[in-house]
């Protein structure tokens, strides 16, 4: 049984537990309402590369020399995996389902022969891949985006990424990364970056798109400007997606934690008050019985 | 004229500009080119330059753009950027920053891409210079 002192120390401790979850669930708050703006702003631009690039992809369809990032190098031997998450903890499971779904990705790859690299982005992510995978793991990105991703930030990554490609060092590129639905729920999402899948209306509506573009300077030299952009364009979406949902999970999270504070302090409260009065009526009868006995 | 065509001006992190105009006149790779409606369809790419926005016969806007790519339809003109802010934006402190950031990258660069991209960035400041005359 904890002395009243104990209690009354709990109660205070959980108190100000609560104020911290609290704080931080309104900061996840606003922070989600800015990631979610800039996720929404990203959109037009990546969706009219997508269309460019749907277009530029039907004319060079069944055409030579089209660039490898959209042919692919001809194997999928080497795999790059690029687990997209947060550099800090208490949001939940954000960061623990994109490990876990790097892993299952990893492992199923391995056991089908292939070779592995991890290229983690965000702190929590290399951190919990370290120990399965560390041996596969190459240097990665940390604090990337702590006033919000920019593009260069993702160009960063993208060219590390093309130079890798270029060097041969691996045959395909798949991103792992949280896609923003809503505040309590995010999406674990696995998309592939290199070979660039090409859309697949675009054989139907581009077809007859093909006939009427003008290319300047040609379809080849457009489509090698315009691949490593959308590396860094799609790079640069996932990356927002997941900065959202991050904000998100850390709200859902905290608020879940504040609720639970407010439990805890209740049902504390209550045995405080118990003991209290128990010792109350204790003393009363030591008083009693001692005045009874003369 | 009556006739109008849609412009917009997309950056990675935004919309930046959407409205119908008269005729832009676009810094292609290959050269300059003006828009008007019903323009044949072409995908170009867009050398680091200014953007011309004609209205009412003369021109109403002028954007400095860092390269990109510009996609002509008869009704519409999208070019996107990596980099684009209004010509009145620009200073010449701006532009000798980045001729000297862009010096400085040219001399450390290593590998064939960082070259590249040095090389990239002196175009950028090239084009603010002239951009500014």
């Known amino acids: ?294 | 004229m009556a006739e109008k065509i849609q412009f917009e001006l997309v950056s990675p992190a935004k919309l930046l500009l959407s409205e119908p105009v008269e005729m832009v006149v676009v810094p292609g790779e290959d050269g300059d080119f003006g828009a008007l409606p019903l323009h044949a369809p072409l995908i170009s790419t867009v050398r680091p330059g200014v953007i011309d926005i004609h209205n009412d016969g003369k021109v109403t806007n002028r954007i400095f753009i860092a390269g990109g790519f510009a996609e002509v339809t008869g009704e519409r003109v999208t070019v996107l950027a990596e980099e684009a802010f209004p010509l009145t934006e620009l200073t010449s402190e701006i532009a000798d920053e980045r001729r000297a950031a862009a010096d400085l990258a040219v001399t450390d660069a290593q590998t064939d891409l960082d070259r590249s991209r040095a090389a990239r960035q002196v175009a950028i400041a090239d084009a603010m210079v002239i951009a500014l005359r």
């Open chain 1, 1 to 294: 049984m904890p002395s009243l002192k104990d209690l009354r120390l709990r109660i205070t401790s959980v108190k100000s537990t609560r104020k911290i979850t609290s704080a931080m669930k309104m900061v996840a708050a606003s922070k989600l309402r800015r990631a979610q703006t800039a996720a929404e702003a990203a959109r037009p631009f990546a969706e009219r590369m997508e269309r460019m690039l749907g277009t530029l992809a039907g004319a060079m369809a069944g055409q030579a020399g089209a660039p490898a990032m959209l042919t692919g190098t001809g194997s999928d031997q080497v795999h790059l995996i690029v687990p997209v998450t947060a550099d800090r903890g208490l949001c939940g499971g954000f960061n623990s389902s994109i490990t876990r779904a790097t892993r299952l990705l990893a492992a199923d790859l391995l056991k089908q022969g292939k070779k592995v690299v991890i290229m983690p982005v965000g702190r929590k992510g290399r951190e919990a891949l370290r120990r399965d995978y560390g041996h596969l793991m190459i240097e990665g990105f940390d604090n990337l985006g702590r006033k919000g991703i920019t593009f260069p930030e993702a160009d960063q990554v993208a060219t590390r990424i093309t130079q890798m490609y270029a060097n041969g060092e691996f045959d395909v590129c798949t991103v792992v990364y949280n896609r923003f639905v809503s505040a309590i729920s995010q999406n674990v999402t696995r998309q592939q970056l290199i070979p660039f899948p090409v859309p697949a209306q675009s054989e139907t509506v581009d077809a007859s798109a093909r006939a009427v573009y003008e290319f300047e300077p040609g379809e080849a030299e457009i489509l090698a400007e315009i691949l490593p952009r959308n590396l860094a364009i799609q790079l640069f979406r996932s990356m927002l997606e997941s900065q959202a949902s991050e904000q998100g999970a850390r709200m859902t999270a905290m608020d879940n934690a504040t609720r639970n504070a407010g439990d805890m302090i209740n049902a504390l409260a209550i045995k405080y008050n118990r003991s209290r009065q128990a010792q109350i009526t204790k003393e009363l009868i030591e008083i009693i019985s001692g005045a009874e006995a003369l």
